[in-house]
């Protein structure tokens, strides 16, 4: 039943069209993660969904129920932001409360729900405390059992962690990963701009740039089939590289000629695709591998080392743009700077992008 | 002496006298006082640091004690004095104070004041601040509410005086009971009790543009989110008003309460400009007006009265400025 459905939404505020055409299905117990980079509409489209913003076009479901025009407070939902928004002047109890007692429910009601929820996220000792004398993580809880308590249909989160410290930052996103598991039942739309909460608490991820929906998929997939250079290298970090070539050859499998004389066999079929083309050969920096010989994606001289143990980032100074290539190795190794190394990939490891970034695994 | 090399002279003295003294007192306090050298240098810095500070303060303790210390008690001094000035008379002045009907009048007429006109300019304070809020056209409505402070009090009780007057050609108020088919013209400064609420009114018209304006800041001060986590909750815009905004700028609503009735409490040219204290309407410090320079003992007692009943507004508006500020 809570299921939230959007179709042609979009919004503009007079001319500057912000969102447009976002088609969405979000079942019941998922975790849906809108992600993107600053000004992408993942915010307004959460505050949409909210009703704090008017949607412009299209129409949202919340339970198949068209709400377009229902006011917020009787869409089902609650919402947890990100600078907390609690009541200063009230205590956690009665910022938990507020939603209830406004509703007029019975005192008993209110107080069950209230102890309830503190018990789920352990503020039971700080009832009776104002906000102001509680840590940023416990506000943040506080404002997450304020939403507990209105029991919503559907859960919404906008950038919750974003005003915590690292160290607090990964304990309230396995804090949040229990809540869902606590709750299964109940539909979340988690709103970040942190690929990493996004990968780990997503049942589906949203990747929105520009106002569009660019993909939308289970984290892995969207790590492992990219659908367009956008994506590619939004998920992963760091970033997905891109090596500009021509087809040379097409089939089932696509040889692609790259700058430096190289052609590389992609095993992906050409669909179409002349030879000729410019296409854009993508890397992950975890998938490069450094080889003294054998075919070669990329030659380059090594200009930075970052050697972190568990793992070691190397980065190429390209020689046609600004872009460095990066390649990030297992371990620690032994490679001095100014050293020139072969990069080379398995080839099921490859993604190829045609000239308008889109992807030859969904032509 | 020109003019000008006068106040080229006032500046450099003024100036350089405030350079060299802090100059001169922290070298006489480093160098003689407690050197920083020798066997205790440690402990002649720590001491020395803690005096510098008051040899910053000490100018400005110096001149608050001379023209705001001296003069209270001197005249509280005075005020044990007969009108001459030379005979002791104890509290006598103040006794009789309270044994004059006038005086007591003035005291019941300054607490409808206190009571009136900061709850009224606050209230539409509040009032013009939120609903300006989301006009289009609110800033323009805020610089007409908020003009009257720029009229001097004495400006704004002949503005008011019109308004009143006793003549439907002149006074707005007679040429609308005019207009309503009332033949004889009112002053409605004369009517004895209510009078003092049309006074009042000339202050509130003042004040309420201060009000806003402070509680506007305040309003716009408030998180966006806490308004919007309160929609969500099913507030609606009362609830939120009285709920969510009033109870997080409590403290700026005090300050600009207290503020107000200590303004009040030194009101003197509204009443002396419109009725001159006559028909009733006398307060404090129109009454203490009376008797200067004829009884300044007696004058110097009600100031005195006046500054009793200021002193515990004043601190708690300090108390909290001061929390605002936190």
Not at chain 2, 143 to 161: D, E, Y
Request: charged share 20%; hydrophobic share 50%; aromatic share 10%.
């Amino acid at each position: 039943m809570a299921t939230v459905k959007l179709t042609d939404v979009g919004k503009s505020y007079g001319p500057v069209e912000v969102l447009r055409d976002i088609n969405l299905d979000v079942d019941q117990g998922e975790l849906v993660v809108f992600v993107g980079p600053s000004g992408c509409g993942k915010s307004t489209l959460l505050r949409m969904i909210a009703g704090l913003e008017r949607i412009t076009a299209g129409t949202l479901e919340i339970g198949g129920q068209v709400v377009n025009d229902v006011p917020p407070s009787q869409r089902g939902i609650a919402m947890v932001f990100q600078s907390y928004a609690l009541y200063p002047h009230m205590t956690v109890r009665d910022n938990m409360a507020f939603g209830m007692k406004i509703a007029k429910k019975p005192k008993d009601e209110i107080n069950r729900a209230v102890e309830n929820a503190a018990r789920m996220l352990q503020l039971t000792p700080f009832l009776d405390r104002l906000p102001k004398a509680l840590s940023g993580g416990q506000r943040q809880r506080v404002a997450i059992g304020r939403a507990i308590v209105r029991d919503p249909k559907v859960f919404l989160f906008d950038e919750p962690l974003s005003n915590l410290d690292a160290a607090l930052r990964v304990a309230t996103r396995i804090e949040i990963a229990q809540l869902k598991e606590r709750l299964a039942d109940s539909t979340m739309i988690y709103v970040t701009h942190d690929q990493v909460e996004a990968m780990t608490l997503a049942s589906r991820i949203v990747v929105l740039h520009g106002g569009i929906i660019e993909q939308v998929g289970p984290p892995l997939d969207l790590y492992e089939r990219p659908a367009n250079t956008f994506v590619a290298r939004f998920i992963g970090s760091p970033a997905m590289n891109l090596f500009e070539g021509k087809v040379e050859r097409v089939g089932n499998a696509t040889a692609v000629r790259l700058p430096g004389g190289g052609i590389v066999e992609v095993p992906l079929p050409s669909n179409g695709a002349q030879p000729g083309e410019k296409v854009s050969l993508g890397v992950r920096p975890e998938d490069l591998t450094v080889r003294p010989d054998g075919e070669t994606i990329y030659q380059g001289q090594v200009s930075i080392v970052e050697g972190l143990g568990e793992h070691t980032l190397l980065y190429m100074d390209r020689t046609n743009d600004d872009d460095a290539v990066i390649a990030k190795m297992p371990g620690v190794q032994r490679i001095e700077r100014g050293a020139t190394v072969n990069l080379n990939a398995p080839p099921d490891k490859l993604h190829l992008f045609d000239e308008r970034g889109l992807s030859y695994l969904y032509r | 002496m020109n003019p000008m090399v006068q106040g080229l002279v006032t500046i450099i003295v003024g100036v350089g006298g405030c350079v060299g003294y802090f100059y001169f007192a922290n070298m006489v306090l480093d160098r003689v006082l407690y050197p920083a050298s020798g066997p205790n240098a440690g402990a002649n810095i720590n001491k020395a640091n803690r005096i510098r500070p008051w040899l910053f303060l000490l100018p400005a303790i110096v001149a608050l004690g001379l023209y705001l210390v001296y003069p209270v008690i001197g005249s509280f001094y005075r005020s044990l004095f007969d009108r001459s000035g030379f005979n002791f008379i104890g509290l006598g002045n103040y006794s009789s104070l309270i044994a004059d009907g006038e005086f007591r009048m003035s005291l019941r007429n300054n607490l409808l004041w206190i009571l009136v006109v900061p709850a009224a300019s606050t209230f539409f304070g509040l009032l013009a601040a939120q609903l300006t809020d989301r006009l289009s056209w609110g800033n323009i409505a805020k610089s007409l509410i908020f003009m009257p402070m720029a009229i001097s009090f004495v400006g704004a009780s002949l503005i008011w005086k019109f308004v009143y007057a006793n003549n439907p050609d002149i006074g707005l108020i007679n040429a609308l009971r005019a207009l309503l088919g009332a033949d004889q013209a009112v002053d409605v400064l004369q009517i004895p009790f209510w009078n003092n609420f049309f006074l009042m009114f000339i202050l509130i018209w003042i004040q309420t543009g201060f009000a806003m304006v402070i509680l506007s800041a305040a309003l716009r001060g408030i998180p966006e989110e806490t308004v919007e986590a309160a929609v969500l909750d099913g507030a609606n815009p009362f609830q939120i008003f009285f709920k969510i905004k009033v109870p997080q700028i409590m403290g700026t609503i005090v300050v600009v309460w207290t503020t107000i009735t200590i303004l009040v409490l030194k009101i003197f040219d509204i009443v002396y400009a419109t009725t001159g204290g006559n028909f009733g309407t006398q307060i404090l410090p129109s009454y203490m007006m009376a008797y200067m320079f004829r009884d300044d003992g007696r004058a110097t007692a009600v100031a005195f009265v006046i500054m009793i009943i200021v002193l515990p507004v004043m601190i708690w508006n300090i108390v909290q400025a001061r929390k605002e500020m936190r």
